[in-house]
């Protein structure tokens, strides 16, 4: 299975972006699809989950401001960025993975073997 990353761009500090992960299988058959970010010279970041029943859960620092959903039809993933800041600019990736989690932690890396190639994100004016 691929994943591929659409929606990227620069935006200004306040500004909104959709970011889209086309799989190029069926987005049912994963236990949890994510969002990552990685900004020059830092790790990366879990930014959002859905796991497979539909539960949701965020990173402290996008809570309010990003959503994450899923199309089983298309088998689409989604990231909506509302209120963006300059400190969300980074590459965005898309990850999914089967089975039970690896490490306790939902938005650890560890735990997604497939990755998309990114999509970047800039937010500034």
């Known amino acids: 299975v691929q994943l591929v990353e659409s929606g990227g761009g620069s935006v200004e500090p306040g500004g909104s972006l959709t970011l889209s992960c086309a799989a190029s299988?069926?987005?049912?058959?994963?236990?949890?699809m994510a969002w990552f970010r990685q900004a020059p010279g830092k790790e990366r970041e879990g930014v959002a989950i859905?796991?497979?029943?539909?539960?949701?859960y965020y990173a402290e620092s996008v809570k309010g401001r990003f959503t994450i959903s899923q199309d089983n039809v298309q088998n689409i993933l989604y990231l909506e960025m509302n209120s963006l800041k300059p400190e969300d600019t980074a590459q965005y990736y898309c990850?999914?993975?089967?089975?039970?989690?690896?490490?306790?932690?939902?938005?650890?890396?560890?735990?997604?073997?497939?990755w998309g190639r990114g999509t970047q994100v800039t937010v500034s004016s």
């Open positions: 859905i796991r497979a029943l539909g539960t949701t």
């Open positions: 990850a999914a993975d089967y089975g039970l989690v690896r490490v306790p932690a939902l938005l650890s890396t560890l735990n997604f073997r497939i």
């Open positions: 299988g069926p987005t049912a058959s994963f236990a949890r």
